[in-house]
């Protein structure tokens, strides 16, 4: 079974909106990864979190860890075009015969409008 | 400054009629992954290489097939594509287990 859920699938925002999409894993994590992709791209990685409740910011994205490591949060402040793309979160488990995978997310379909 | 390679970026190949797949890197990293990705789709690990070892993921068919001869390469042999496994295929490659995983541009693979 899938286990890094991530909500929504696709979101649509008009340019200037902000943008959030979620992740969340029914196992606690060691530490969980964004990822974005391009339409035609691969995945480009962002960012790492590791420690519970840890905040990360570029820019204009803020990562967000739970403080029980098992949900993740990517939001977009004032969304601009060139966000548009796919955003991936990837979970790498605490414990299990697959120690140290990353588990990756579905991912959010982000579309902005002019 | 290429870090991973993957050749060919486009493949078009007949309904089983076996094709290989290539990617190298250079940047010398312990593990290397094959995904399987489709339209709309996260990427679907099909199995990866840490060093020489190999580990399968156990949904990946036994048609996907897997080969690391040095540390820079390793080659995703389909022996006998079908028209289900018309996809991107993602080269990627990460220091050890659970590190940053960097990507290749991927393969996009046509079966007719």
């Known amino acids: 079974g899938q286990q890094v859920m991530q909500i929504p699938q696709y979101q649509h925002v008009q340019e200037g909106e902000d943008f959030t999409t979620y992740c969340n894993s029914s196992?606690?994590?060691?530490?969980i990864q964004w990822y974005k992709q391009r339409p035609g791209g691969h995945p480009v990685f962002l960012i790492q979190?590791?420690?519970?409740?840890e905040v990360k910011k570029q820019k204009r994205l803020t990562f967000q860890f739970g403080e029980a490591k098992k949900n993740s949060s990517l939001h977009i402040t004032a969304t601009q075009t060139t966000d548009v793309g796919t955003y991936f979160c990837?979970?790498?488990?605490?414990?299990?015969?697959?120690?140290?995978?990353?588990?990756f997310g579905r991912g959010t379909q982000l579309t902005v409008w002019p | 400054d290429a870090m991973v390679i993957q050749n060919p970026r486009y493949q078009v190949t007949q309904f089983g009629k076996p094709v290989t797949l290539s990617c190298s890197q250079t940047?010398?990293?312990?593990?290397m992954y094959w995904y399987q990705q489709k339209s709309s789709q996260a990427p679907k690990l099909l199995f990866h290489?840490?060093?020489?070892?190999?580990?399968n993921e156990a949904d990946t068919p036994d048609n996907f097939q897997s080969r690391r001869p040095n540390t820079s390469f390793c080659f995703l042999d389909i022996r006998s594509p079908g028209l289900g496994d018309a996809a991107m295929y993602l080269c990627?490659?990460?220091?050890?287990?659970?590190?940053?995983?960097?990507f290749g541009p991927g393969t996009r693979l046509l079966v007719l």
């Open positions: 990627a490659t990460s220091r050890d287990i659970g590190e940053t995983q960097y």
């Open positions: 196992t606690t994590l060691s530490n």
């Open positions: 979190l590791v420690k519970s409740g």
């Open positions: 990837a979970g790498r488990l605490n414990r299990g015969s697959t120690l140290g995978r990353l588990y």
């Open positions: 940047l010398n990293h312990n593990v």
């Open positions: 290489y840490y060093d020489k070892d190999f580990n």
